[in-house]
């Protein structure tokens, strides 16, 4: 166990070291420029002087003043324990009702994006079997649904949203279909891939028995596409967040962590940003790590891991 | 021999249509299986031993001449479970036990679930593999997952055994102790079995008839009635009948395969 905590300890601590570093040229110039109108002398003196100066010779040239990088309400690249504080902030020190709390958004996006990752996984399961059955779906289906995936997401999403208001569908339903517009599409590609993993060999066997194609369905094929299933639905959860998070920034009604980073970014609350970056990251390792867990017990009993 | 055959070809021909045009895999094929025969096909790759298989299991249509199995059209006959077909892999599901591999074509076939268990029992101890049946076919080794796909073709009580090179995968050692085993389990069982293989003592070993066959394209180019007993010692292979026929096993390849 040693053996794997230490280099895990070593690319953390390098991450942090390179971020703390980083804070420095980042935010130096409006430290500076705070210092000296706090009566701090500073090289080279005056704020004409050093504007165009480049901001690594300026932390050379000072450094008594890194630490102020790392302090500022408004920096252009906040310092990790400042997210951290953040994060607790809207967390522990809010009720989760509260629409300060992160723990409130966080919440309206992950209902979304399990209701989107849901319709995404089932409509993708239920497409791969058609194209799998049918070569007429092979070849119509297939064609649209990469050219699904090519639109940029962020040019269809609010074209959704303003349709579905126009019937009258708001709320958790639009972020909803986003998030499975991105999420079926990996489901689609691995379940036919899976489908279609038993050999010719195992084909042929099922014919000497006079199976049925539902029987070679149930028997052969779906359990043999399980692997392929939790491998696709581990990347269509991710998307299925991503897109939620896009469905937030024209849709999000003043709720969700996509909100969240519009507003901070509307009035420069770059901590605030980054805060809710680092929560939606959490949500998207915890949901990937979900599904991990249930692969694991999935192929234990099924007997396909050793 | 005693009655009707159970497998009969009258001038059976088989064209391939390839992107290169037509290719003959077999060509006026004429052979009888009776009852109770162990018959083995050989000859080298691309002489039709397979095709010729594939076509008694219907997994492939003949384009001409007449092939009847048990009476019926290879169809019917595999509608009627007239056949067991055993593969070159096992082909087990990694997702089934043994057993559960086992029941596979009993499920298919809609065999009651009392009587599922016990024919599993019995073709397990057929295969001397009881006792494995709970087992996944990864902690088995090849010989043994073979056996029990052995088993499997067994289960659900067809008269004829189709083996398409059953044991090429598998090294020597375990190849001997399992062709005394084949022919064991014809002993107790009576099955009527058609078994590919291009390994001449294997075939000379286990045959009472042994059809030897010749490429481009695929035909028959000798068949051998083997005179050696039922009862066959591993040793019997020293023995200067068996040494005959395999010589005219040879003979009969070398015949039919120009070497050029």
Same mark, same amino acid.
């Given at each position: ?139 119509? /289906?297939?064609? %649209? *649904?990469?050219?699904?995936? $090519?639109?940029?997401?962020? #040019?269809?999403?609010?074209?959704? =949203?303003? +349709? &579905? ?105 770059? /901590?605030?940003? %980054? *805060?809710?970056?680092?929560? $939606?990251?959490?949500?998207? #390792?915890?949901?990937?790590?979900? =599904?991990? +867990? &249930? ?12 | ?260």
């Amino acid at each position: 166990m040693t053996r794997v905590i230490f280099p895990v300890l070593v690319v953390v601590a390098a991450i942090m070291a390179f971020w703390y570093a980083a804070c420095i040229p980042m935010n130096i110039k409006f430290a500076l420029q705070t210092a000296e109108r706090q009566g701090a002398v500073i090289s080279p003196e005056g704020v004409q002087a050093r504007r165009d100066m480049s901001a690594f010779v300026l932390a050379a040239r000072n450094p008594g003043q890194w630490a102020q990088t790392w302090e500022q309400a408004k920096p252009r690249l906040p310092a990790p324990h400042q997210i951290v504080q953040e994060l607790w902030k809207t967390t522990v020190d809010v009720k989760p009702t509260s629409k300060r709390s992160l723990v409130f958004h966080g919440w309206v996006t992950l209902s979304a994006t399990l209701a989107g990752f849901a319709i995404g996984s089932v409509g993708g399961i239920l497409l791969a079997v058609g194209i799998v059955h049918s070569r007429a779906m092979d070849m119509s /289906v297939m064609p %649209w *649904a990469i050219a699904s995936q $090519t639109i940029p997401i962020l #040019a269809i999403a609010p074209m959704i =949203i303003v +349709v &579905l208001a126009s019937f009258g569908v708001q709320g958790l339903m639009p972020k909803a279909i986003i998030s499975a517009y991105l999420s079926f599409f990996p489901v689609v590609v691995g379940m036919v891939k899976g489908l279609r993993s038993p050999s010719a060999m195992d084909m042929d066997l099922v014919r000497t028995w006079s199976a049925t194609r539902a029987q070679t369905f149930w028997k052969l094929r779906l359990p043999a596409s399980v692997p392929y299933l939790f491998a696709s639905l581990k990347i269509g959860v991710a998307a299925s967040l991503v897109g939620t998070i896009v469905g937030e920034l024209p849709a999000g009604g003043g709720q969700g962590l996509g909100f969240r980073l519009l507003a901070g970014s509307y009035y420069g609350q770059t /901590v605030q940003i %980054w *805060a809710a970056l680092l929560a $939606t990251a959490v949500l998207a #390792a915890g949901l990937v790590a979900l =599904i991990g +867990v &249930l692969e694991r017990g999935t192929l234990k009993r099924m007997g396909l891991s050793r | 021999m005693n009655g009707n055959p159970v497998i009969e070809a009258k001038h059976l021909d088989l064209t391939f249509q390839t992107n290169d045009g037509p290719v003959q895999a077999l060509r006026d094929v004429n052979l009888q299986i009776h009852k109770g025969d162990f018959v083995s096909f050989i000859g080298p790759s691309g002489c039709g031993k397979t095709t010729f298989l594939r076509c008694i299991a219907a997994l492939e249509t003949p384009t001409g001449g007449k092939l009847t199995v048990n009476g019926m059209s290879p169809d019917e006959a595999r509608r009627a479970r007239a056949y067991g077909y055993v593969f070159q892999a096992a082909g087990l599901y990694p997702w089934r036990t043994i057993a559960g591999n086992i029941k596979l074509p009993l499920e298919i076939m809609g065999f009651p679930k009392s009587e599922q268990d016990a024919r599993v029992e019995k073709v397990l101890d057929l295969v001397e593999l009881s006792g494995f049946g709970k087992k996944f076919p990864w902690q088995l080794s090849g010989g043994m997952q073979q056996r029990a796909s052995i088993a499997r073709a067994l289960a659900f009580d067809a008269d004829i055994l189709l083996m398409d090179e059953p044991f090429g995968a598998l090294d020597e050692i375990v190849r001997d102790h399992l062709n005394e085993e084949v022919l064991k389990l014809w002993a107790r069982t009576g099955k009527t079995i058609g078994f590919v293989t291009h390994s001449i003592p294997e075939a000379v070993y286990l045959s009472t008839k042994i059809v030897v066959m010749s490429p481009r394209p695929g035909r028959i180019t000798d068949v051998i009635e083997s005179p050696l007993p039922k009862e066959r010692p591993l040793d019997i292979r020293d023995s200067p009948e068996f040494l005959e026929i395999a010589h005219r096993v040879r003979d009969g390849l070398r015949a039919g395969h120009a070497y050029d």
